[in-house]
Every structure is written in structure tokens, then in C-alpha cells.
């Protein structure tokens, strides 16, 4: 079963949320009801059945999104077997393959060069920006994309010995922190859990000592096991993440883990790659400026010689380039046929750009027309000096006619148009931004000086030998030139600092932080990954979307605090009266259908709508507070009063009905007390909350077919 399960995905979320220890209990207690025939005490059932469902949706949902997404950026490889080219899966290639790779090509298998020449961009696997150029011989690295040329390569790693699938399953083998309700719940369902057995099987034993008849004894003890089970929480913060995920998903953010959405509620620190998330991951074109210092922004409508000269130069060397890089896309989209110059005539020969000389150009019978970086196409330190002056926060690209300068180009990267906004809500939210990237420290700072990050303290870490993690996160805000493995030690000592953080990546290169991460966040345009490793999705990548889901977050969470101490109250009064009632010979008060009224009307159904109400208020975590000022003295309060009631009961000789109802109505009342202090202070919506619970419960004590399914009396 268990190999099986692996191969069907589907299958496999099946089991693993219908076989658990919560399930288990609540259909050994359903059995025990339908044995004596009291088929309408097995509500509870349904409670456990609507948890489990609500899991499995959520969680199938989720998986199948990630399949058709995995669908539409999964490629073919193209394989040269026996001197025939055909496309195969990529799970059908072979160790020893001819792989041909072109332009936008991912590498999907570590190789080597065999012929031809490549530019390689490893920055998903590296956050390294610039291009790399490969020649026959060299490595090529599993997760890097072809940005110029064509050649053939030789696999040489596949499956788990491939660079990208060691790191993704290093990844999977790091703990993550589970979220501070799953842990909550879990632990009250273990504990409980733990007790159930022996305190069940001795109440079970006093029940036939003290009722009348078996059925009584049964049902007594169910509904004493049954209130020992917080499972209305379980439900309710499902249901209650679940329609968060909705929400969410409405606006494009795939949650892969219901808990995550409380864990990015809580977050303190939020890790930022520059690339996808302060900008958008593209260049565009600032100005151009010309040998004598004139700024233009766009191509004059009457160009002068100069203009005309530079701009001939720079259309046509862009017509002839073949790389299809971020640099290129920007320039082409701004210049080319803006205006449209005749093209120079008579091209003998292109340049490609190369990494090593960091220029392109095309050649003529006459003369060599050059772009690229200034200081590689010329040894003027005059013009060398006057293009450094332009590059602050800019990337520059010269043109040049042989020896003659003829302009230059200014690029940035492009800024999101929110980001600052986004920055902000940060700061709002009491959450301190740190960036991580892989470029440049100079960059970085200017872009995350113009987005409004207040603590520009930054340190490249290609420069620090031996790094100490724990001072660098106090010491600074930003870091650059940093590496797969330095993220990952980043984050961890910010939560060895006792920061909540998120992190946020687009490539492998983050997905061992991500994992490492309280809450990981992907960007969609991103690696399948990043995209896999990740527990909530951007799937538009936009990055504007992570305060929505913050907000989300905090409005489930803070009102589940509030909600748990109605289930809690419940939990302490049950597991006091279960113990009590081993060793009083009085008779139990409470029946499973009852209890179910209660459970809705006083627990399940108020603390859903307390759920739902807005509120975006950080995070104070009041589990604690809920349960040592309301849940404790609640169940106490109950509890000594179950107790005199059964005394009550027995000295008076009251029946069956009679009893239970008393007790329904003495819990209800306590309830309704429990609900009017955690709703403090009151509004509106608050207010008509308590009003109807109210009328639900007098209806069904006074309408004569409600009171006689809930097996109610009003003879006393």
C-alpha cells in the first residue's frame, strides 16, 4: 500500500488525512453508539467526516494546481541518438545522451560542452546576474538557462546525481517549524488521546455499575469521551484556513500549506531577493547621452549628427544581436525603429557578446562598430572616467566606431511600481525588511535606498572569509554576493535570534533557505523548484499580493485565539467530569446529542462567526491568556456544577431527561457568559451574535419536534 500510495499522489493525500489518531477515535465512539441503536447520539461523526474532507479538497487542490503549473514550463529535451534528433521526456533521457541546447533552453542535466558555444545564465542556481560563456569542455550546471547560441552536450548526471536534485533534496530534508496551533491541537489531541483508553475504559466500567441500562451506559460514556476532543477546533481552523486559501486563491496565491498562512501572520522578518520582488526582474533603458554630455531620454524628432551617428551605430548593432537577455530586450524595445535610420551597409561580420570581452558589434570593410562595457573598448582614461561618473545606481554600455566614442546607453533595473508601498507596510507592521541577493552591494543599496528601506547597512559577503552569521543579521540589513548555502545560514540565524521570518526566492538558489524558512514564498515566473519548495506561490508574481495575505492571516489567527478558549473551556470541563464520574456513583448528565446542540450553538457556530470578523491587528498570541482566564475557570465553574447537579439528581430521584436538560441549560447559560466576555466590548455584529444564539437554543427547547430529537423536557 505504502509504494502504491507514493506512485498516486492523490491516493496518497487520501490516507494520510482519513487514517489519523483523530479519525480513529471518533469512529471507535460512533461504533459504540450505533451498537445499542441510539443512531442519532453518532452526530459527532460528521464533525470528524468535514475536517477530513476539508483537508483532503484543500490539500488535492493545491497538488493538482502544482501539477498543471509544473505541466506548462516543463520542457523536452532534444536527444541525438544514432545520428537521428527527437524530443523525449525528460525522465526518458540517459546518462551519456547528446543533448542539443538553443537559445531559452533550461539545463535540465549537469553536462559538458561537446561543440558550439553557449551563453549561460546560472542565477537561479548561483543569484549571479551575468551571463556566462560556455566552450566545448566546460560544465554545465542542472537549473541554468541558455541565453545566446547553440551546442551539443553530454549528460553526465541524471536523477539524484544531478546538482539541482541534490539541492532540492537537501532541502526536503530540513525541518520546518510547525505552526503554533497545529501544535497546540496536536498536543491536546496526543495528551487527551493518551487518556482516553484507560479514563474510557474505567467510565465505561462505572457506567454499567451506576445506569440503568446498557444503552445509557454507552451513550453516557461517549459523551464523556467525546468532550475530551477539541475536534470543533480541529474543524473550525480548518474551515476557517480554508476559506482564507480561497480567498487567496481569487487573488492568485496558491497556499500549499494551510498553516502557512498563520505562520506569515506572525512573521517578524521578511528576507527579500531584489530580483522579482523589489523590481520586476527586467531592465529598461534610463536615457542615452551623447559625447557632449546631452541627456536625452528618447530619440529627438529632428536628431542632430551626433544623434544620428550614435543611434545608426546602436540600431544596427542590435539588429545583428542574437542574445535574447534582459539587456538586449531593453535596449531593442527602446530603440530600435525609433527613429528608423538607414542600417550601415556592407556587414561583413557579427560579434557576439562574450562574457570574457563584455562587448558585441558587427564589422564592415571599414570600420568596427562596438557595444559593451566602457573600459573593455577603450584605454581613454578620459572617456573611461566620464562614463564612471554616469553609472551611479545605472548599468552603461558604450558605443564605439573604432576608437570613436559615440555615445553611451544608461539602464536600471525596473523598479515595481508598488514596491514602495509594499516597503512600507513592512515598516506599518512592525515586520524589518532584509535583503539577500546575489548581485552587486552598490545596486542593491541604491535600489533599496529608491524603494524606502531605512537601514541600508550592507556587506558583500564575497568578501568575508569566515562569516559569523549571528553578528552579520545585527550588524546589517543587506547582503550581496550570496550564496545557496549562505542564505540558508542567514536565516537560520535569524531564528536563532528569535526572529519569525519568511523568506521569499524565485530560483534554486533560495530553496534551501526557503526551506529553512518559518514561511517561504515563491515568485511564479520563478524555477519549478523554488515553486515546489515553497509553501505559498505568487502564481502572477506579484509580490504586491504578500501584504493581503499577511492581513488574511492576522484576521484567521488573532480570531482563532479568541475562539479557542470556547473549545478549551470544554475539553477542561470533560476531562474533570470524566475523571469524577469514574469514581462518583451518580449519573452521568450529559448524552452525545445534547452535547452536539451545545458544541453548535455555543462553540462551533459562535466561534466561526468571532473567526470571520476583520481584524489585522498583529499577532499577541493568546493561547496562553484564553486558557488561564477564561477556558480554566469556565471548565471549573461547569464541572462543580455538573457535579452538584448529579448530586442534585440522585437525591431527588430526577430522570434521565430531566437531568440531561437541567445540565444543557446550566452549560448553555455559562456559555453564553463565556461568549459576552471574549466579545468584549460589544458591537453590533457582536451583539446580534449573541441574540441569535440565544433564539437557537429556545427554539429547540420549545419547538415540540426539536426538543423531542434532542430528547429535552420541560416537566420538572
Same mark, same amino acid.
Given at each position: 500500500?505504502?509504494?502504491?500510495?507514493?506512485?498516486?499522489?492523490?491516493?496518497?493525500?487520501?490516507?494520510?488525512?482519513?487514517?489519523?489518531?483523530?479519525?480513529?477515535?471518533?469512529?471507535?465512539?460512533? *461504533?459504540?453508539? $450505533?451498537?445499542?441503536?441510539? &443512531?442519532?447520539? +453518532?452526530?459527532? !461523526?460528521?464533525?470528524? %467526516?468535514?475536517? #477530513? =474532507? /476539508?483537508?483532503?479538497?484543500?490539500?488535492?487542490?493545491?497538488?493538482?494546481?502544482?501539477?498543471?503549473?509544473?505541466?506548462?514550463?516543463?520542457?523536452?529535451?532534444?536527444?541525438?541518438?544514432?545520428?537521428?534528433?527527437?524530443?523525449?521526456?525528460?525522465?526518458?533521457?540517459?546518462?551519456?545522451?547528446?543533448?542539443?541546447?538553443?537559445?531559452?533552453?533550461?539545463?535540465?542535466?549537469?553536462?559538458?560542452?561537446?561543440?558550439?558555444?553557449?551563453?549561460?545564465?546560472?542565477?537561479?542556481?548561483?543569484?549571479?546576474?551575468?551571463?556566462?560563456?560556455?566552450?566545448?569542455?566546460?560544465?554545465?550546471?542542472?537549473?541554468?538557462?541558455?541565453?545566446?547560441?547553440?551546442?551539443?552536450?553530454?549528460?553526465?548526471?541524471?536523477?539524484?546525481?544531478?546538482?539541482?536534485?541534490?539541492?532540492?533534496?537537501?532541502?526536503?530534508? *530540513?525541518?520546518? $517549524?510547525?505552526?503554533?496551533? &497545529?501544535?497546540? +491541537?496536536?498536543? !491536546?489531541?496526543?495528551? %487527551?488521546?493518551? #487518556? =482516553? /483508553?484507560?479514563?474510557?475504559?474505567?467510565?465505561?466500567?462505572?457506567?454499567?455499575?451506576?445506569?440503568?441500562?446498557?444503552?445509557?451506559?454507552?451513550?453516557?460514556?461517549?459523551?464523556?469521551?467525546?468532550?475530551?476532543?477539541?475536534?470543533?477546533?480541529?474543524?473550525?481552523?480548518?474551515?476557517?484556513?480554508?476559506?482564507?486559501?480561497?480567498?487567496?486563491?481569487?487573488?492568485?496565491?496558491?497556499?500549499?500549506?494551510?498553516?502557512?498562512?498563520?505562520?506569515?501572520?506572525?512573521?517578524?522578518?521578511?528576507?527579500?531577493?531584489?530580483?522579482?520582488?523589489?523590481?520586476?526582474?527586467?531592465?529598461?533603458?534610463?536615457?542615452?547621452?551623447?559625447?557632449?554630455?546631452?541627456?536625452?531620454?528618447?530619440?529627438?524628432?529632428?536628431?542632430?549628427?551626433?544623434?544620428?551617428?550614435?543611434?545608426?551605430?546602436?540600431?544596427?548593432?542590435?539588429?545583428?544581436?542574437?542574445?535574447?537577455?534582459?539587456?538586449?530586450?531593453?535596449?531593442?524595445?527602446?530603440?530600435?525603429?525609433?527613429?528608423?535610420?538607414?542600417?550601415?551597409?556592407?556587414?561583413?561580420?557579427?560579434?557576439?557578446?562574450?562574457?570574457?570581452?563584455?562587448?558585441?558589434?558587427?564589422?564592415?570593410?571599414?570600420?568596427?562598430?562596438?557595444?559593451?562595457?566602457?573600459?573593455?573598448?577603450?584605454?581613454?582614461?578620459?572617456?573611461?572616467?566620464?562614463?564612471?561618473?554616469?553609472?551611479?545606481?545605472?548599468?552603461?554600455?558604450?558605443?564605439?566606431?573604432?576608437?570613436?566614442?559615440?555615445?553611451?546607453?544608461?539602464?536600471?533595473?525596473?523598479?515595481?511600481?508598488?514596491?514602495?508601498?509594499?516597503?512600507?507596510?513592512?515598516?506599518?507592521?512592525?515586520?524589518?525588511?532584509?535583503?539577500?541577493?546575489?548581485?552587486?552591494?552598490?545596486?542593491?543599496?541604491?535600489?533599496?535606498?529608491?524603494?524606502?528601506?531605512?537601514?541600508?547597512?550592507?556587506?558583500?559577503?564575497?568578501?568575508?572569509?569566515?562569516?559569523?552569521?549571528?553578528?552579520?543579521?545585527?550588524?546589517?540589513?543587506?547582503?550581496?554576493?550570496?550564496?545557496?548555502?549562505?542564505?540558508?545560514?542567514?536565516?537560520?540565524?535569524?531564528?536563532?535570534?528569535?526572529?519569525?521570518?519568511?523568506?521569499?526566492?524565485?530560483?534554486?538558489?533560495?530553496?534551501?533557505?526557503?526551506?529553512?524558512?518559518?514561511?517561504?514564498?515563491?515568485?511564479?515566473?520563478?524555477?519549478?523548484?523554488?515553486?515546489?519548495?515553497?509553501?505559498?506561490?505568487?502564481?502572477?508574481?506579484?509580490?504586491?499580493?504578500?501584504?493581503?495575505?499577511?492581513?488574511?492571516?492576522?484576521?484567521?489567527?488573532?480570531?482563532?485565539?479568541?475562539?479557542?478558549?470556547?473549545?478549551?473551556?470544554?475539553?477542561?470541563?470533560?476531562?474533570?467530569?470524566?475523571?469524577?464520574?469514574?469514581?462518583?456513583?451518580?449519573?452521568?448528565?450529559?448524552?452525545?446529542?445534547?452535547?452536539?446542540?451545545?458544541?453548535?450553538?455555543?462553540?462551533?457556530?459562535?466561534?466561526?462567526?468571532?473567526?470571520?470578523?476583520?481584524?489585522?491587528?498583529?499577532?499577541?498570541?493568546?493561547?496562553?491568556?484564553?486558557?488561564?482566564?477564561?477556558?480554566?475557570?469556565?471548565?471549573?465553574?461547569?464541572?462543580?456544577?455538573?457535579?452538584?447537579?448529579?448530586?442534585?439528581?440522585?437525591?431527588?430521584?430526577?430522570?434521565?431527561?430531566?437531568?440531561?436538560?437541567?445540565?444543557?441549560?446550566?452549560?448553555?447559560?455559562?456559555?453564553?457568559?463565556?461568549?459576552?466576555?471574549?466579545?468584549?466590548?460589544?458591537?453590533?455584529?457582536?451583539?446580534?451574535?449573541?441574540?441569535?444564539?440565544?433564539?437557537?437554543?429556545?427554539?429547540?427547547?420549545?419547538?415540540?419536534?426539536?426538543?423531542?430529537?434532542?430528547?429535552?423536557?420541560?416537566?420538572?
Amino acid at each position: 500500500m505504502q509504494n502504491f500510495s507514493k506512485s498516486h499522489p492523490i491516493i496518497h493525500i487520501i490516507l494520510k488525512n482519513t487514517f489519523t489518531l483523530f479519525n480513529l477515535v471518533n469512529l471507535i465512539l460512533a *461504533l459504540m453508539v $450505533a451498537f445499542v441503536g441510539s &443512531f442519532k447520539n +453518532m452526530l459527532f !461523526i460528521f464533525i470528524a %467526516i468535514a475536517n #477530513t =474532507l /476539508i483537508s483532503i479538497v484543500n490539500e488535492v487542490r493545491a497538488y493538482k494546481i502544482v501539477q498543471k503549473m509544473r505541466l506548462i514550463t516543463e520542457q523536452k529535451p532534444t536527444v541525438l541518438r544514432d545520428g537521428k534528433s527527437f524530443q523525449v521526456a525528460p525522465e526518458e533521457v540517459k546518462k551519456g545522451d547528446i543533448v542539443v541546447l538553443a537559445l531559452g533552453d533550461q539545463i535540465m542535466y549537469d553536462s559538458v560542452m561537446q561543440e558550439g558555444t553557449l551563453e549561460v545564465n546560472e542565477a537561479f542556481i548561483t543569484g549571479e546576474q551575468d551571463n556566462i560563456e560556455k566552450h566545448p569542455g566546460d560544465e554545465l550546471i542542472s537549473g541554468s538557462f541558455v541565453v545566446a547560441g547553440s551546442a551539443k552536450v553530454k549528460v553526465e548526471h541524471i536523477g539524484e546525481e544531478n546538482s539541482i536534485t541534490k539541492l532540492e533534496n537537501e532541502a526536503h530534508h *530540513l525541518r520546518t $517549524a510547525d505552526s503554533k496551533l &497545529f501544535t497546540l +491541537m496536536n498536543k !491536546i489531541v496526543k495528551y %487527551i488521546s493518551y #487518556t =482516553l /483508553i484507560p479514563v474510557g475504559a474505567l467510565l465505561l466500567w462505572s457506567r454499567f455499575r451506576t445506569e440503568a441500562d446498557t444503552a445509557t451506559a454507552i451513550t453516557s460514556t461517549v459523551a464523556g469521551l467525546i468532550n475530551m476532543i477539541p475536534e470543533g477546533l480541529i474543524l473550525l481552523t480548518s474551515s476557517v484556513l480554508a476559506l482564507a486559501t480561497i480567498r487567496l486563491s481569487k487573488k492568485k496565491v496558491l497556499v500549499q500549506d494551510l498553516y502557512s498562512i498563520e505562520t506569515l501572520a506572525r512573521v517578524d522578518t521578511i528576507c527579500l531577493d531584489k530580483t522579482g520582488t523589489l523590481t520586476t526582474g527586467k531592465m529598461k533603458v534610463k536615457d542615452f547621452i551623447l559625447p557632449d554630455g546631452t541627456i536625452l531620454e528618447t530619440p529627438s524628432k529632428a536628431p542632430t549628427p551626433a544623434e544620428k551617428s550614435f543611434l545608426t551605430a546602436l540600431e544596427s548593432i542590435l539588429r545583428h544581436q542574437i542574445a535574447d537577455n534582459d539587456t538586449a530586450s531593453a535596449l531593442k524595445a527602446k530603440f530600435l525603429g525609433k527613429p528608423k535610420f538607414d542600417e550601415i551597409k556592407g556587414i561583413v561580420e557579427d560579434i557576439p557578446f562574450s562574457s570574457d570581452r563584455k562587448y558585441s558589434g558587427i564589422k564592415t570593410k571599414d570600420a568596427e562598430y562596438l557595444l559593451g562595457a566602457t573600459d573593455f573598448l577603450t584605454k581613454d582614461q578620459k572617456i573611461i572616467k566620464k562614463i564612471k561618473n554616469y553609472a551611479e545606481n545605472c548599468r552603461v554600455l558604450s558605443v564605439f566606431k573604432n576608437q570613436e566614442y559615440l555615445g553611451c546607453v544608461r539602464l536600471e533595473d525596473e523598479i515595481r511600481k508598488n514596491a514602495k508601498e509594499i516597503i512600507n507596510y513592512f515598516y506599518a507592521n512592525d515586520i524589518e525588511p532584509k535583503i539577500i541577493s546575489g548581485d552587486d552591494l552598490q545596486t542593491v543599496q541604491s535600489i533599496a535606498s529608491t524603494v524606502g528601506v531605512k537601514d541600508l547597512r550592507g556587506i558583500d559577503l564575497s568578501s568575508v572569509k569566515t562569516p559569523n552569521y549571528n553578528k552579520l543579521i545585527k550588524d546589517y540589513a543587506i547582503f550581496t554576493r550570496v550564496k545557496p548555502a549562505q542564505k540558508k545560514q542567514l536565516v537560520e540565524a535569524l531564528k536563532k535570534a528569535g526572529r519569525t521570518v519568511a523568506m521569499t526566492g524565485d530560483g534554486v538558489n533560495d530553496i534551501l533557505a526557503m526551506k529553512e524558512a518559518d514561511c517561504s514564498i515563491a515568485i511564479g515566473e520563478g524555477s519549478d523548484a523554488a515553486r515546489r519548495s515553497a509553501k505559498l506561490v505568487l502564481l502572477d508574481s506579484d509580490f504586491a499580493k504578500v501584504p493581503p495575505i499577511i492581513d488574511e492571516g492576522r484576521q484567521s489567527i488573532n480570531n482563532l485565539e479568541r475562539s479557542t478558549s470556547l473549545f478549551l473551556a470544554k475539553t477542561v470541563y470533560a476531562t474533570i467530569l470524566a475523571v469524577l464520574f469514574v469514581i462518583l456513583p451518580l449519573s452521568y448528565p450529559f448524552s452525545p446529542i445534547e452535547m452536539s446542540l451545545l458544541s453548535f450553538a455555543c462553540i462551533g457556530f459562535p466561534g466561526l462567526a468571532l473567526a470571520l470578523e476583520h481584524n489585522t491587528q498583529r499577532i499577541k498570541d493568546k493561547f496562553a491568556y484564553n486558557i488561564k482566564h477564561y477556558s480554566v475557570p469556565t471548565g471549573l465553574t461547569v464541572a462543580a456544577s455538573m457535579v452538584i447537579l448529579a448530586i442534585v439528581a440522585t437525591t431527588n430521584n430526577f430522570d434521565r431527561s430531566k437531568l440531561t436538560t437541567l445540565s444543557a441549560i446550566i452549560v448553555f447559560a455559562i456559555d453564553c457568559i463565556l461568549i459576552y466576555q471574549i466579545s468584549k466590548p460589544l458591537n453590533l455584529y457582536r451583539a446580534l451574535l449573541l441574540i441569535l444564539i440565544i433564539a437557537i437554543f429556545l427554539a429547540v427547547l420549545f419547538i415540540p419536534f426539536l426538543r423531542q430529537f434532542f430528547e429535552f423536557t420541560l416537566t420538572f
